[in-house]
């Protein structure tokens, strides 16, 4: 294997650069990198394939630091709080959004903020970056953890060249490897060809004890296991110390047995802060096992070098002045000086950059290859890697007319999926151990398992992800960031909310990724308050970047696929009911993907009723019972979305909630967030009810009679006023 001194002085720089960031922002965790050092040494010195002038290059080797800690405080990215989420959107549907007759370039952005937290070992990623050739420069080492920076506190997968994904709090990053890694395996199973193995590379992760501690990596690491995924392979750094000190006063367990016991190759390094040969010879190892993923245990000193090292003092703060200077000395380098890179460590790691550059050109010779034999394959390949649909992919979406069954949107959704899976053929289906009542699986669907069980191939399109809602959230955020694949994954809507940590980094990371969240409401009846979510709209309503849609009938369903599908780098939640509804009569594709629109126009309306999915029928029932009860008359705009909503031009917003009109809110959920869009809100800011769903909406007056009743009162409050639209405010001119 030979390692020389030079190794040695590559391996000290990494600790120093990480020593000199952290101290020099004042902020930071310089043990872990310090510790860690000669185990990414050998990793991306000796195994990575990867080319730092394209960090896109499709079969590099993908690394995930999953060692990050709870956050502790926040800054403002660089996006100035501005997230543009439609403009991909935009791109990739012009032409279809043309032929409906809106006007594009109006639909602009809701806002979002991105913040940076604390992290372990971010600097250890930054510095290999940085030395690699990435374009991560000095001087943004230097900015570590400073407002604008690209060096973050988490790293963070649009903020920084080379790196994979977003895996701030502890878990998700390991559990997005599971995702890297399944994607790659499909990928490769659909496109490799004898003579042409497109596709072999590898996913890395380290990991450390607060990983192996949180529930989403356990379910995740389960996963892979089941799946024998032979491409993944994880580093523990075992250091024995977490926020709290010594883990041994939460953290016990034998952690290589547990994931033996999960179905994976296990090793242990027992010298990871001198043991380089051995280091090197699991790695190898770990590459020969194929029916298997991999955890490599390796014990390190956490801030080795340091006179805190071994202990919690070094985990997350600076090292004090003097301590950096004595590292310094210890390791060969001037005390005096900050920030030091050898020319001869740039030259190894530069040397084995370009190896990773030639080997991107043989790739791409290869690819050229495969092309002139398989066309359509290589077509469709590169047609992914743009993240482009196919042409014309969304005339496969079926359409309803007013005069069909009703339906309830958890079928129209297993409708569309059966309609669409051949035109999107990139669209990945699974369920949290409920498909037969998320209704994801189109008829001949292939589950994705390993071949060796039988029950499947690595080609499938359908994921079984086990009871294991959390990890199947960041499982879909690794599959979505491998670049050739768009991830669906069922749930009840109210277990959504196990994977909230997920969801937000899918938001925040820009994954297209879509969660089919059936049972949305009380309309699921007899189980009861336990089952039936009141507060989970209005949570991921909340999250930047984020849409939710729950769509009123067949139509509205197409619509919330069509703009889940075509938004590049947005993920979406889609509610949808267990009971049937009527398909609507001003329901079309059209209206719905602007987020809101008419669905019952009336001339000197005295009252507006703006609802969502369920309720919408229910409002429309209501006109009559106005009329016939009330002498009133009333209009119905039905809201399938209100990020997609937010985003239209004034002028339409104002046509579906017209100054002068009180408007009233209806959804069996809570209210919160229902004032932006009306002067007054019927919802449900209570527990539900267990019993047939007719029974439990009587019993909260969602019917016909309750909601007249109330929008009668809206009216009185109202009378003799003409009050402004909701949507008008202050601020709109200002965004």
Not at 287 to 301: A, F, G, L, Q, Y
Not at 317 to 337: H, I, M, R, T, W
Not at 711 to 735: C, E, H, M
Request: hydrophobic share 35%.
């Amino acid at each position: 294997m030979g390692y020389s001194d030079q190794d040695w002085k590559a391996i000290n720089t990494i600790r120093l650069l990480a020593v000199d960031a952290t101290l020099k922002a004042n902020s930071g965790h310089p043990g872990a990198p310090m510790g860690l050092a000669p185990a990414a040494h050998v990793l991306f010195n000796k195994f990575m394939t990867f080319n730092p002038k394209n960090p896109e290059f499709i079969n590099r080797d993908r690394f995930v630091l999953s060692r990050n800690s709870a956050p502790k405080r926040k800054s403002f990215c660089k996006h100035g709080g501005c997230r543009l989420f439609f403009r991909e959107r935009l791109t990739s549907s012009n032409l279809w959004l043309d032929i409906m007759g809106l006007n594009t370039a109006r639909i602009h952005a809701r806002t979002g903020v991105k913040c940076s937290r604390n992290g372990h070992g971010c600097m250890l990623h930054y510095a290999l970056l940085h030395l690699f050739g990435y374009g991560v420069s000095m001087d943004d080492l230097k900015h570590f953890r400073q407002v604008d920076s690209i060096c973050p506190g988490h790293p963070e997968a649009h903020d920084t060249p080379g790196i994979e994904v977003t895996t701030g709090p502890l878990g998700q990053g390991f559990s997005n490897a599971v995702g890297l890694a399944i994607a790659q395996a499909h990928t490769a199973a659909v496109f490799n060809k004898p003579g042409y193995e497109l596709l072999n590379n590898h996913t890395y992760t380290i990991f450390g004890d607060g990983c192996a501690m949180e529930g989403v990596a356990s379910e995740a690491a389960s996963t892979a296991g089941h799946l024998q995924l032979g491409n993944l392979i994880a580093l523990y750094d075992d250091n024995h110390i977490s926020i709290d000190g010594d883990t041994k006063c939460a953290f016990t367990e034998d952690v290589s047995k547990r994931f033996e016991a999960y179905g994976w190759h296990v090793q242990h390094v027992e010298d990871g802060d001198h043991d380089l040969e051995g280091l090197e010879a699991a790695i190898k190892k770990a590459k020969e096992v194929k029916d298997k993923p991999s955890m490599i245990k390796v014990t390190t000193t956490i801030g080795f070098g340091s006179k805190l090292q071994g202990t919690g003092g070094v985990h997350g703060n600076p090292l004090k002045a003097d301590d950096a200077k004595q590292v310094k000395s210890k390791f060969g380098f001037n005390p005096e000086e900050s920030f030091v890179v050898p020319n001869e460590v740039y030259e190894m790691y530069h040397k084995h950059a370009s190896e990773g550059a030639a080997a991107e050109q043989e790739w791409n010779d290869l690819f050229k290859k495969y092309a002139s034999e398989h066309k359509e394959l290589a077509d469709d390949f590169s047609r992914r890697l743009t993240r482009k649909l196919p042409e014309g992919w969304e005339k496969s979406l079926p359409l309803w007319k007013p005069t069909d069954a009703a339906d309830a949107t958890r079928k129209t959704s297993e409708k569309v999926l059966q309609a669409i899976h051949n035109a999107v053929p990139e669209l990945l289906s699974g369920s949290a151990d409920l498909t037969g009542s998320n209704n994801t699986r189109w008829k001949d669907a292939v589950d994705f398992q390993p071949p060796s069980l039988g029950i499947g191939d690595w080609s499938g399109r359908y994921l079984r992800y086990g009871v294991r809602e959390h990890a199947m959230g960041a499982i879909m955020n690794g599959i979505s960031a491998y670049g050739t694949l768009i991830p669906a994954g069922g749930t009840f809507l109210n277990f959504v909310s196990y994977a909230a940590g997920a969801v937000r980094l899918s938001s925040l990371s820009h994954q297209r990724v879509i969660w089919v969240a059936t049972h949305d409401s009380i309309g699921l009846g007899e189980d009861g308050p336990t089952h039936q979510p009141i507060e989970t709209l209005v949570h991921f309503r909340a999250l930047p970047n984020m849409m939710v849609w729950r769509p009123a009938d067949g139509n509205e369903t197409s619509a919330a696929y069509y703009m889940a599908l075509t938004s590049q780098s947005t993920p979406s939640i889609l509610a949808l009911t267990r009971q049937n509804l009527p398909q609507l009569e001003n329901s079309t594709v059209q209206n719905a993907i602007k987020g809101a629109y008419v669905a019952i126009e009336s001339e000197n309306a005295d009252v507006t009723l703006v609802s969502t999915g369920s309720e919408v029928s229910i409002c429309i029932e209501a006109i009559k019972v106005l009329k016939d009860q009330h002498s009133l008359t009333a209009r119905v705009v039905s809201m399938p979305c209100t990020e997609v909503f937010d985003a239209q031009p004034k002028e339409y917003q104002l046509k579906c909630l017209p100054d002068g009109i009180p408007a009233m809110s209806v959804e069996v959920m809570s209210t919160l967030g229902w004032e932006k869009y009306s002067h007054e809100q019927f919802g449900l800011n209570r527990f539900g009810a267990s019993g047939p769903y007719k029974d439990v909406y009587k019993k909260f007056e969602f019917t016909p009679e309750g909601i007249a009743k109330r929008a009668a009162a809206t009216v009185d409050f109202y009378k003799g006023l003409k009050p402004r639209s909701p949507v008008n405010r202050a601020f709109q001119q200002l965004i």
